[in-house]
Structure formats: structure tokens, C-alpha cells
């Protein structure tokens, strides 16, 4: 055990040391290698194991090394990964169908990541107005908050000047609205509104639900204007609050919808959904990518629906949800540094009255991983595999990491 763990302790600091010389110096990470991963555990080279409770920031939603996504990617290998857009293969429209029936809107366009699927949304919105001949409905309304992806486009439509700052100029005419005021809202949509775009959850921003009045006056501002809606779905949809999409739990009515993270279990895809109105301005040649919707993210996307269709699983996210926010609900009365609980299905978002990083480390320190978003909110994002049993294993872990980082 011992040389095992020298062993594996070495291989952290070299690991750290060579991405320090030769890795983007943009993340803080952890001081920590995961080598495996089990379920819902990720484990160290020297046997630490961890309870992951944000799943590589929603995306592992099926956990660690599942056998049947495993096995389904090994034998997709073996048999055909990539051909490109340039010719058909069989998966593409099987995955497209599925995903058509789930969120009621009628084609996908295929990508890698949430950006890439929110940069999609936004291109395919001004399209649909320049096929019109409305070539001046070129503007974005957005919300304070938002967080859309790293990329030029996604990035003008994200709020937070520390993202934004260092980029600009970033895309004009974008216009941000506060989710939690809606009295100038109204103002914002006019005539020259290409589209409204939202995360129906927003997620980096502090796990805040849009509220329903908000969500009212979202649908009569595009049905007074015409202004097109874009559902950024990327962190709260493919089911992590039960309906496949949370904009309907709203009543929202989007006529793009961006998809990332859990979809692909952990093989990177992205999808824009569209609207059949919207696609029919789409022309060859307007779009695409090298990798989209290729045959290794496809299965990989096929097996997570096919997980996400049982019902063994939909009864037990279920409950597992219920135990979760029902216990997070009794910490806030034990916990008076726990000034609101947020969120839906599987995804919470706990508001300290304190910043947030000190208690991400004391879990960190007891086992559990989690994340802060918003300087002062804890964020789980767990895989969709837990059980009541993980959420009554995680709780006490959690609360202890509070008190601590509280005191820190
Ligand atoms: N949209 C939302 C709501 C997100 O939460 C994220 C990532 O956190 C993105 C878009 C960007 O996704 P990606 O990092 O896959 O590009």
C-alpha cells in the first residue's frame, strides 16, 4: 500500500507540474488526479474515493464507468466512430427522431459542446429573419445572470462582466433584462428583436428558476413582437428535473432549443433544436461541423435516452430528488448561514450567506465533491444514477462543510 501511494502521490505532482509548463493556465483546479471512476465515485490512484456530487459539472449523468455505456461505445468502435457530414450513417436521424419527440420540436442540428448548440440558436434566429426579409431583427434580449458558453456569440448573450470584460467588443444589440423585475421588460422587445434567449434554470448564475410571471411575460412578448425564443437547455434539460425539458414545467413555448452536458453521458455533444418555421430557412451550406452528430456520440446519446426512458430510473431520480431537497429543506432550519434552497429535480443550488469556496474545499476535504457558482451558492449536480441512500450519505457531509467553511 505504501509504494502504492508514493507512487500514485508522485504521479499527482508530476501530472500538476506538467500542465502547469504546458496546459491553458485557465482553471483553478483541485489539487487532486482522479484516475477512476465507479458509479457514483471517483476514485484516486492511492484508493481515495469521493462522492461525486456535480459529476463533472452536470455531465456525467449516468456516473462513472456505466457498464452499458461502456460497452455500447466499445463495440461502436469497433464497428464504425466517424464518417463526418459528408455522408449519412444510421444513427444521426434515429438520435434526431428521439430527441424530436422528447421536446416537441421538430429537428436537430448536431455539435460538441452547450456553446457550440447556444451559438447554433442564436445564428439560426437571425437566419429565420433574414429568410423573412426583416434583415434588421438582428437584436438579442438576454437576462442578468445568464451564463451561455465561452464562445463569441454565447458569450455577448452572458451577463457577467468577468467573463464578458476581457473579450469586447463582443456581438452588438444585446440587451439584458432582470429575470426578478420584469416591470421594463415589456420595453425591451420591439420590433428589431431577432430573439429572447434564457436559460429556464439559470445554472453558473446561482441555480435560480425563472420565475413563472417572468416566464408569462416572455411568451406575450414573442407572440406581441414575433420575437423568436431560444431555450438554452444545456444545464437544465434532458430530463435532470423530470420532463425531459424544464421550459415546459414554465409553459414556455421555445422555438430553438439548445441541449449539452448530460446528453451525451459524458462523450461531448451538443444540439440546437429547431422548430420545423424556423429550420425551413436553413439552406445547405449555412452551417455545420466536422464532428457533429457522429456515430460515437450518437450511441453514446442512444444509450443515456434508453437509460433515461426506464422507469426503475425515472422512480428512483424521483426519490432520490424528493429526499434531496426535503433534506436540504430541514439543514436550512438547522443552518442559519442557509439563505435559500433553490433548484428542481436534480440540480440544487444551496445560498450561504457567506462566499462559497471555503465550503467546496471542507467537502472536498470529507469526501464529497461539489461546486460554488454565484460566489455564495453551493451547486450539486449529481448523476441521475443516485440513490435516497447517496442523497442520506452526502447530506450529513455536506452540512458538516457548511459549518466548517462558515467558520474558516
Ligand atoms: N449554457 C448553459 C446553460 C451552461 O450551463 C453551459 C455550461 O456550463 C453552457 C451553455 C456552455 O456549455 P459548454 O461548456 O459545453 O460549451
Redesign the pocket.
Given at each position: 500500500m505504501e509504494s502504492v501511494m508514493t507512487t500514485s502521490s508522485t504521479l499527482a505532482t508530476s501530472v500538476q507540474e506538467q500542465e502547469a509548463q504546458h496546459v491553458l493556465q485557465v482553471y483553478r483546479r483541485t489539487p487532486v488526479v482522479f484516475e477512476r471512476g465507479e458509479g457514483v465515485y471517483l476514485l484516486t490512484g492511492d484508493g481515495r474515493r469521493y462522492l461525486d456530487f456535480i459529476s463533472g459539472?452536470g455531465v456525467a449523468s449516468l456516473g462513472h464507468a456505466h457498464a452499458g455505456l461502456a460497452d455500447a461505445i466499445a463495440t461502436q468502435a469497433r464497428t464504425l466512430l466517424h464518417t463526418s457530414n459528408l455522408f449519412f450513417h444510421p444513427l444521426q436521424a434515429e438520435v434526431a427522431t428521439a430527441l424530436a419527440a422528447r421536446t416537441g420540436l421538430d429537428r436537430a442540428f448536431f455539435c460538441n459542446?452547450?456553446?457550440?448548440a447556444?451559438e447554433t440558436c442564436l445564428k439560426f434566429a437571425r437566419r429565420y429573419w433574414h429568410t423573412q426579409g426583416a434583415t434588421h431583427r438582428t437584436k438579442y434580449v438576454a437576462f442578468t445572470h445568464s451564463?451561455?458558453?465561452?464562445t463569441m456569440g454565447?458569450l455577448s448573450v452572458t451577463w457577467d462582466e468577468h467573463y464578458r470584460g476581457p473579450f469586447q467588443p463582443l456581438i452588438p444589440q444585446v440587451v439584458f433584462a432582470d429575470p426578478n423585475d420584469i416591470s421594463g421588460f415589456d420595453a425591451l422587445v420591439d420590433d428589431n428583436t431577432a430573439a429572447i434567449i434564457l436559460?429556464p434554470i439559470q445554472?453558473?448564475g446561482g441555480v435560480r428558476p425563472i420565475p413563472a410571471a417572468t416566464a408569462a411575460a416572455i411568451e406575450a412578448a414573442c407572440a406581441r413582437t414575433g420575437a423568436l425564443l431560444i431555450c438554452?437547455e444545456?444545464?437544465s434539460g434532458s430530463g435532470r428535473t423530470g420532463p425531459f425539458l424544464y421550459s415546459k414545467t414554465l409553459g414556455l413555448t421555445p422555438d430553438l432549443v439548445?441541449l449539452?452536458?448530460a446528453l451525451g453521458a459524458g462523450v461531448p455533444v451538443?444540439v440546437a433544436m429547431f422548430t420545423n418555421a424556423v429550420a425551413a430557412a436553413a439552406k445547405p451550406g449555412d452551417h455545420g461541423s466536422t464532428y457533429g452528430g457522429n456515430l460515437l456520440a450518437c450511441r453514446a446519446v442512444l444509450v443515456f435516452l434508453e437509460a433515461l426512458d426506464s422507469p426503475a430510473v425515472a422512480a428512483s431520480m424521483a426519490a432520490a430528488s424528493a429526499r434531496l431537497f426535503a433534506g436540504l429543506n430541514e439543514m436550512r432550519q438547522r443552518v442559519p448561514a442557509i439563505r435559500e434552497v433553490r433548484g428542481a429535480g436534480l440540480i440544487a443550488g444551496i445560498d450561504l450567506s457567506f462566499e462559497a469556496t471555503p465550503v467546496v474545499a471542507a467537502a472536498f476535504e470529507r469526501g464529497l465533491l461539489i461546486n460554488r457558482t454565484s460566489s455564495t451558492v453551493v451547486r450539486l449536480l449529481p448523476p441521475y444514477i443516485i440513490t435516497p441512500a447517496d442523497v442520506d450519505a452526502a447530506l450529513p457531509l455536506l452540512e458538516a462543510a457548511i459549518v466548517a467553511g462558515g467558520n474558516s
Open positions: 459539472v459542446s452547450g456553446a457550440e447556444v451564463f451561455h458558453g465561452r454565447a436559460e445554472g453558473e438554452d444545456v444545464q439548445a449539452g452536458k451538443g
